[in-house]
């Protein structure tokens, strides 16, 4: 058993049970009276110890109670007001023994300034164990190898501080500012490969760790008015992102990886710095008491100038190999202009309108130069390839009272999306998307007791026709696919609500949603996404027998499907002749997505000194992916069905021993049941002696058990 | 046998007990003048008028707000009772001509007969603005939702602004992303450490879908910044919108992925020197497996959001390196 509760974990609940003590002491005394038990803000402190039984992969992968042993638990509320100044003390802890601990602190007069500073913990433990040989890992400098295997389960974390201040200024004006410091730690599951027949010696798969150790920087600065008609603000939104490694360095794992060969994969350069900067102004009126708009305008100014990674050892930057651009880095700069105006009114009692418009440009300014050289034949130009990408939304919805409380609402969406792309391509483009959407909704509060809607909704996406794609040599490419989200589109959807309380204790609610899409592929080939469904149902009950004894329930079922084609190896032309497309080989795919939900819960107050409760939750999703061999394919066979299922119980019981003390106890009994295939043969190899013999796995069942027993204190 | 009181003890109860015989005539007098005004404020400026009912003894009671920020007298911008209520005349003093007392002005709850825009506009009178400048021109505005829909005012816990226990009060309607986070891939909405308003801005917001920032991946890019770049090779998608390959309410494919690849692969590329192999889990006798096992395209693909590596040594334009 692994002790858990490290010096950190108790020196924190230690800090604060002193403070807690520190605060409560003039009222720990004596206990506070029944009105101050009901107005001043309540503070409180919990301390105590919690087991896990056993080692387990999905249940603690972010609780931080990933390893059998035992926790400490700790969690503090202080909240002071002094009354007379309205100043306020706030420190709250969360899970101060764990890996996920929160901690802030709020103080300052209302009204006039606030000062908060936070500290949170965000860990992420993988659900997998490698056994690998890899060597390095957690550094830059990585060697594969396939001598001394070990278990590894690889982890990152996020720590992050915050620190906010504001100030009124006046009875209209006020002032804020933010930073957020975050480090993210640890590393994350990679690799590199390169893809062959099998027996082919090209064919390599390496397991690799990415090594995390970044910054993410942010700080907003804004300047606020408001009055009951007119508000506006306008700040400052600044962002950095700051990667401590900057490259991969790998040796091992074959000679033809490594070295100044065509597939060469080292060094493999990793995410570069960059930073953005924002300012922004919105603001709103109030024309009438029925009838605002608002409007928010912002410019981003993103670069990127991280120095490129180091040639590898004996690459030069010549046209074969190496970088020819004669640039250190990209100068990457991207400026993105926001504009928003939203409109509402009530011309009407019976009548509301609402409209809004949003335009946003991302104009990639990065300049263009060829980085690599290519052949006359080559898929690419060499140049790295701008992203610019423009939108622009119009919205109207109109929202009549016709009669006996039925509401009839209408709305039409208006979308038009503008890309660019470089002149030479792999992959299909069209320049310009647009999607119209409308929906019509009946609402009705049918009494005090019910309330339901049905609304539908149906929308078509079309656009520009689809650029050819050529080679460099200006030679045709592949042009069969229309990129899913490009492509034309029909979308339909219908949605039923119902709210239902049939006695004051029982409430009732039902949801229905379905929706079906319809793609057209390019020139009627069927290739590409096809068709698409998703359904949900789900129902809620809620039944409060009484004060002390309240019951809840739901149940929900959702179902995705959609459905899909490719082909082998189709002819590089700008359109298929009919001999072509009869040529073509061609497999589809269904894939579905099943998930069935259930949660059950009841609380329930035995004596005034004693509360206890209990809720259970299922779920399982299963995924099938049915492939088809529609013309000339063979082994086109369907996978097996990848299952999960969870299971959690979780109980508690709280018995008060005087009116603002007691003892909690908290039992989570967690079940797992995992069925999937994606890591389960698969070994990182080769067919030569440079196969690292890497493995990745899951354990098929995970149970788990967690108990907790603590003591809580509160005071006023 | 039980001790009689002793001489100061008796003249002490004599005493207690007189004083709240006087202090209940007194109450009872004072309420039954209408006097209320003299009464003293317990919570909140002007409250007397409200508190001679509204004790823990009654079915409403609202004596908790004292707890909140809206109960620091200090604060004279915190409100009143009557701020968000309406000045409520005939709640008050109940006309004689009616048998039951009228409502106040401005209700709240499924049971009001108030319309929810000035429901809504009781608490827009002091935080329109700010994080709640475009609520009405929201989808949650559009819905006829009310503040106090999501938020409890008079308690010290409001559990929309708890982290622990913001996602169950946004899963009372929103059933398919409960659905989803229960998925194996996840974001920890369920451990609470990262929560719906850390993507979105329930109260309304220039970007789509309500996100927190401008748009999706400028909402995505403030926790997964390294995805921002721009790098030499940036794959389209990644630009545009995470939420084309991505589900982040959950998913049972590794990475949040809203298919597994190759399917996923598939949607968009052409058909070339293998984009089209067929889907396998046969391993290691069949030349197609590696684009389905382990994490599929991605096995040679690594750098799939984007790479900044000039060099031309191998393959970094196919995000490889």
């Known amino acids: 058993m692994k002790m858990r509760a490290d010096k950190t974990a108790f020196r924190i609940a230690a800090l604060a049970a002193a403070v807690s003590a520190a605060f409560s002491s003039n009222v720990m005394a004596e206990e506070a009276d029944e009105m101050t038990r009901l107005i001043k803000p309540e503070s409180s402190v919990r301390l105590g110890i919690g087991s896990v039984d056993k080692g387990n992969a999905r249940f603690g992968q972010y609780l931080g109670l990933q390893d059998s042993g035992v926790y400490g638990l700790a969690d503090i509320d202080v909240v002071r007001r002094d009354d007379a100044t309205g100043t306020w003390f706030k420190l709250r802890g969360r899970n101060l023994g764990l890996d996920r601990r929160e901690l802030g602190l709020v103080y300052g007069p209302q009204g006039d300034w606030k000062l908060s500073l936070d500290y949170r913990e965000i860990p992420r433990y993988s659900q997998y164990t490698i056994n690998t040989g890899l060597q390095g890992i957690g550094s830059e400098n990585l060697r594969v190898q396939s001598a001394n295997k070990r278990d590894k389960v690889l982890e990152t974390k996020r720590e992050k501080v915050s620190l906010g201040f504001q100030k009124s200024i006046g009875d209209n004006w006020s002032a804020r500012f933010r930073f957020t410091n975050e480090e993210k730690d640890g590393t994350r599951l990679f690799a590199r490969g390169t893809s062959s027949g099998v027996g082919n010696a090209n064919r390599w798969f390496n397991f690799l760790a990415e090594p995390i150790d970044s910054t993410i920087t942010q700080w907003e600065a804004l300047i606020s008015y408001a009055d009951p008609r007119f508000q506006l603000q306008g700040g400052y939104y600044g962002s950095h992102y700051s990667n401590h490694n900057t490259s991969l360095n790998i040796t091992g794992g074959g000679v033809g990886f490594n070295g100044a060969g065509a597939n060469t994969l080292s060094p493999i350069a990793l995410a570069p710095s960059n930073e953005a900067h924002q300012f922004f102004v919105d603001g709103g009126y109030n024309f009438t008491p029925t009838t605002r708009a608002s409007f928010k305008v912002a410019y981003t100014n993103a670069t990127q100038t991280d120095a490129f990674v180091a040639n590898p050892p004996g690459v030069l930057n010549t046209a074969t190999t190496g970088n020819i651009s004669g640039r250190t880095n990209l100068g990457g700069r991207v400026e993105t202009t926001l504009a928003y105006l939203g409109l509402s009114s009530r011309p009407l009692p019976k009548l509301s309108l609402l409209g809004s418009l949003r335009y946003e440009d991302r104009d990639d300014k990065t300049p263009v130069v060829r980085y690599i050289s290519t052949t006359p034949t080559g898929n690419h130009d060499g140049t790295n390839e701008t992203r610019s990408f423009r939108t622009s939304q119009g919205k109207f919805e109109a929202n009549y009272l016709v009669a006996n409380g039925y509401r009839l609402v209408a709305g039409l969406d208006h979308d038009v999306k503008d890309r660019d792309t470089s002149d030479v391509r792999v992959v299909s483009h069209r320049d310009t998307t647009e999607e119209t959407a409308w929906k019509i909704e009946l609402r009705r509060a049918m009494s005090e007791t019910a309330n339901g809607s049905i609304a539908y909704v149906s929308s078509e996406r079309t656009g520009s026709d689809f650029k050819v794609n050529y080679r460099f040599n200006g030679t045709p490419g592949r042009n069969v696919i229309a990129p899913i989200h490009l492509a034309d589109r029909d979308r339909e959807k219908i949605r039923l609500s119902a709210d239902w309380t049939p006695i004051e204790s029982l409430s009732l609610q039902a949801n229905i949603e379905d929706s079906r899409d319809s793609y057209s592929s390019r020139a009627d080939l069927g290739l590409g996404a096809r068709r698409g469904s998703s359904k949900l149902y789900s129902l809620d009950a809620t039944y409060n027998a009484s004060s002390a004894l309240s019951f809840n329930a739901w149940a929900t079922h959702s179902d995705t499907q959609s459905k899909q084609a490719t082909a082998f190896n189709a002819p590089e032309v700008v359109t298929l002749t009919a001999a072509q497309i009869s040529a073509l080989n061609i497999w589809s795919a269904g894939l579905i997505n099943k998930t069935d939900a259930v949660g059950l819960g009841a609380d329930l107050k035995l004596s005034e000194k004693l509360d206890v409760g209990a809720d259970f939750e299922f779920s399982e999703d299963r995924a099938e992916y049915r492939l088809r061999p529609e013309r000339g394919v063979t082994g086109a066979a369907s996978l097996p069905d990848i299952k999960y299922r969870t299971a959690t119980f979780r109980l508690f019981g709280r018995y008060a021993l005087r009116k603002n003390a007691g003892i909690q106890l908290d039992l989570v009994h967690d079940r797992r049941v995992i069925d999937d295939w994606t890591w389960s043969t698969w070994v990182y190899n080769s067919p030569t002696a440079a196969g690292d013999g890497t493995t990745v796995g899951q354990d098929r069942t995970q149970t788990t058990t967690f108990v907790g027993l603590s003591g809580y204190y509160k005071w006023w | ?321």
């Not at chain 2, 003299?38 to 008028?49: E, I, L, T, Y």
Request: proline share 7%; aromatic share 4%.
């Open chain 2, 1 to 321: 046998m039980r001790k009689k009181p002793s001489g100061i003890r008796k003249w002490m109860l004599a005493a207690l007990a007189g004083a709240a015989l006087l202090g209940g005539a007194q109450a009872w007098a004072a309420t039954e003048s209408g006097e209320a005004s003299k009464r003293k404020d317990v919570v909140q400026v002007g409250d007397a008028v409200c508190t001679r009912c509204h004790d823990e003894g009654e079915a409403k009671p609202i004596l908790s707000i004292g707890k909140t920020p809206h109960g620091t007298m200090a604060d004279k911008k915190a409100g009143t009772c009557t701020s968000c209520h309406g000045a409520s005349p005939t709640h008050i003093n109940k006309p004689s001509d009616v048998t039951e007392r009228p409502e106040p002005g401005i209700n709240f709850g499924k049971s009001s007969s108030t319309p929810i825009a000035e429901r809504n506009q009781a608490c827009l009178n002091c935080h329109q603005g700010g994080a709640r400048m475009h609520w009405q021109s929201g989808p949650h505005a559009a819905a006829d939702m009310e503040c106090a829909s999501c938020h409890r005012i008079h308690s010290q816990e409001d559990p929309v602004r708890d982290r622990a226990t913001q996602p169950e009060v946004c899963f009372s309607c929103h059933k398919e992303q409960r659905a989803l986070v229960n998925r194996q891939s996840h974001h920890p909405i369920k451990e609470g450490t990262v929560i719906c308003a850390d993507c979105h801005n329930p109260h309304g917001s220039a970007g789509p879908k309500l996100m927190a920032r401008d748009s999706v991946v400028q909402t995505c890019y403030t926790c997964h910044m390294e995805k921002r770049g721009p790098f030499i090779r940036t794959h389209q998608p990644v630009t545009e919108d995470c939420t084309i390959c991505h589900n982040p309410h959950g998913s049972n494919i590794d990475n949040l992925l809203k298919s597994r690849p190759p399917f996923l692969c598939q949607q968009c590329h052409e058909p070339s020197t293998h984009q089209g192999n067929i889907a396998s889990t046969t391993f290691p006798a069949n030349t197609t497996n590696n684009n389905t096992l382990a994490r599929g395209c991605l096995n040679c693909h690594t750098q799939i959001h984007g790479t900044n590596n000039p060099l031309n040594v191998g393959n970094e334009r196919t995000f490889r390196r």
